[in-house]
């Protein structure tokens, strides 16, 4: 588990922010936590944690279990999560898109939008025989080794892609992980030509994908959608004859998106 604290915030947050970085911690656990285990990389004294924990329990934000003696997210904060997807997710547009395309194509669909430096992963269409791999709707991942993630920096404004390629770690999964931002400038250089972006197995071994932008009438970056697929079923070259399917759904959730507002990507 490890959770980013912006230090140089942390006082003018206050008690909200120290709050927040809670519920970050405890979601971070992908089950029920307990105190101690918390405590464990908590930057904030016992007593402060303990503090903030009942607080946040009594306000429903987190959900006590007495028996295990655990905590996890409370019903408050699911419902204020639905909400924010069904608000401010492409996913409550784009699913109807993404089930036609889904059926086209017979592989596995990805929708994703960037947060920060990293690929949101915010809804997914498993093909008829379903590829076992990292990504499902609410995980996210890093930009800069997936199709989804460099086919959205591609068409980012120079000022918005260099904060962004500033937040990669260039961990080197595969072989064929781009190392660094040197090498990615030239990545999305050719991906803009082409139109389009692959993923040639950078994230997981094995697993390749091919990628459009979500664009609006305007050119902003508003997500990405691909197909993924297992290497052993076929070459990148193949997996390029859905790209006119692809077209067609980008263009129509772009299309539905025209009266939607989204977070201008300079703000936060």
Same mark, same amino acid.
């Given at each position: 588990?490890?959770?980013?604290?912006d230090?140089?915030?942390d006082?003018?947050d206050?008690?909200?922010?120290?709050?927040?970085?809670?519920?970050?911690?405890?979601?971070?656990?992908?089950?029920p936590?307990?105190?101690?285990?918390?405590?464990?990389?908590?930057?904030?004294?016992?007593?402060?944690?303990?503090?903030?924990?009942?607080?946040?329990?009594s306000?429903? %934000?987190l959900?006590?279990?007495?028996?295990?003696?655990?905590? $996890?997210?409370?019903?408050?904060l699911v419902r %204020?999560?639905h909400?924010?997807?069904?608000?401010?997710?492409?996913?409550?547009?784009?699913?109807?898109?993404?089930?036609?395309?889904?059926?086209?194509?017979?592989?596995?669909?990805h929708? =994703?939008?960037?947060?920060?430096?990293?690929?949101?992963?915010?809804?997914?269409?498993? @093909?008829?025989?379903?590829?076992?791999?990292?990504?499902? =709707?609410?995980?996210?991942?890093p930009?800069?080794?997936?199709?989804?993630g460099?086919?959205?920096m $591609?068409?980012?404004? @120079?000022?918005?892609?260099?904060?962004?390629?500033?937040?990669?770690?260039?961990?080197?999964?595969?072989?064929?992980?781009?190392?660094? =931002?040197?090498a %990615?400038?030239t990545?999305?250089?050719?991906?803009?030509?082409?139109?389009?972006?692959?993923?040639?197995?950078?994230?997981?071994?094995?697993?390749h994908?091919? $990628?459009?932008?979500?664009?609006?009438?305007?050119?902003?970056?508003?997500?990405?959608?691909s197909?993924t697929?297992?290497?052993?079923?076929?070459?990148? $070259?193949?997996?390029?004859?859905?790209?006119?399917?692809?077209?067609?759904?980008?263009?129509?959730? @772009?299309?539905?998106?025209?009266?939607?507002?989204?977070?201008?990507?300079?703000?936060?």
């Open positions: 588990m490890n959770v980013q604290r230090t140089a915030r006082g003018a206050g008690t909200v922010g120290k709050a927040l970085e809670v519920l970050d911690r405890v979601a971070a656990f992908a089950r936590v307990r105190f101690s285990e918390l405590l464990e990389t908590s930057p904030f004294p016992k007593a402060t944690l303990y503090r903030l924990i009942q607080t946040l329990t306000q429903g %934000m959900r006590y279990d007495s028996d295990r003696g655990t905590y $996890a997210p409370g019903m408050r %204020m999560a909400a924010a997807w069904a608000q401010s997710s492409l996913a409550p547009i784009a699913r109807t898109h993404l089930d036609a395309l889904s059926a086209q194509v017979g592989e596995t669909v929708l =994703a939008q960037l947060d920060g430096g990293q690929v949101l992963y915010v809804d997914k269409r498993n @093909a008829a025989r379903p590829v076992r791999m990292f990504s499902d =709707a609410g995980k996210v991942g930009a800069y080794c997936t199709g989804v460099k086919a959205m $591609a068409w980012l404004p @120079a000022d918005i892609l260099e904060g962004v390629l500033g937040q990669q770690s260039w961990h080197r999964f595969t072989d064929t992980t781009i190392p660094d =931002a040197a %990615m400038g990545e999305l250089a050719a991906i803009r030509a082409a139109g389009f972006a692959l993923d040639r197995e950078e994230h997981e071994p094995g697993i994908c091919i $990628a459009l932008p979500i664009l609006s009438i305007t050119g902003q970056v508003l997500g990405a959608i197909v697929s297992q290497a052993e079923r076929g070459t990148l $070259a193949e997996m390029e004859r859905h790209l006119p399917h692809m077209r067609q759904a980008v263009e129509r959730i @772009a299309g539905d998106m025209r009266d939607w507002r989204f977070p201008d990507q300079r703000e936060g």
